[in-house]
T-cell receptor, first 117, second 112 residues
Framework: GAVVSQHPSRVICKSGTSVKIECRSL??????MFWYRQFPKQSLMLMAT?????????EQGVEKDKFLINHASLTLSTLTVTSAHPEDSSFYIC?????????????FGEGSWLTVV | KQEVTQIPAALSVPEGENLVLNCSFT??????LQWFRQDPGKGLTSLLL?????REQTSGRLNASLDKSSGRSTLYIAASQPGDSATYLC???????????FGGGTRLMVKP
């Protein structure tokens, strides 16, 4: 079964509103979570890395004030798209790992489709 | 900065063919390389993971090889089936840290 769960799997929101996507590790403590964005027929682009209890590290070109990431517990990270616009419509995927050691397995969520109308 | 390239970007083959998907990466200092499958609108399914010390991994009709020194990996699919139609992504993990760098993917269509 899935070890990383994302919710919602699909969401439609109006332009200008904010939407929150949750990423939960189900049976392990995720000290590090990653958020990716994927446009249709394109690959995954890393948006940010979040470590529990500290501020997320954003990749170049990703607006941290627009894509708010909170990793307040060892099992939950949230991505909030603020003041969403149609160009934010995309597939967002999270992944999680139990530790910073490279030997830890990385688990992916099922992804969340965001459509901004 | 690590860059991962996958060739071809798209591939259409008749059922039953054996095929090879290619992945290349610019920085050979990797911890492992992983092949994923992604169905349209879905998340990622891990297919094979090759540690940097390994040269290949096999699972059923799938075989992945790794030549770290030349920065290449191949995914071999034997006796392709229509159910194999999907996008195949390769990703490398660095020696330090857990951030994966993905290739652009190969969209595979296997025709009955």
């Amino acid at each position: 079964g899935a070890v990383v769960s994302q919710h919602p799997s699909r969401v439609i929101c109006k332009s200008g509103t904010s939407v929150k996507i949750e990423c939960r590790s189900l049976d392990f403590q995720a000290t590090t979570m990653f958020w990716y964005r994927q446009f249709p027929k394109q690959s995954l682009m890393l948006m940010a890395t979040s470590n529990e209890g500290s501020k997320a590290t954003y990749e170049q070109g990703v607006e941290k004030d627009k894509f708010l990431i909170n990793h307040a517990s060892l099992t939950l990270s949230t991505l909030t798209v603020t003041s969403a616009h149609p160009e934010d419509s995309s597939f967002y995927i999270c992944s999680a790992t139990a530790g910073g050691d490279s030997g830890n397995t990385i688990y992916f969520g099922e992804g969340s489709w965001l459509t901004v109308v | 900065k690590q860059e991962v390239t996958q060739i071809p970007a798209a591939l259409s083959v008749p059922e039953g063919e054996n095929l090879v998907l290619n992945c290349s990466f610019t920085d050979s200092a990797i911890y492992n390389l992983q092949w994923f499958r992604q169905d349209p609108g879905k998340g990622l399914t891990s297919l094979l993971l090759i540690q940097s010390s390994q040269r290949e991994q096999t699972s059923g009709r799938l075989n992945a090889s790794l030549d770290k020194s030349s920065g290449r990996s191949t995914l071999y699919i034997a006796a392709s089936q229509p159910g194999d139609s999907a996008t195949y992504l390769c990703a490398v993990k660095p020696i330090a840290g857990n951030m994966l760098t993905f290739g652009g993917g190969t969209r595979l269509m296997v025709k009955p």
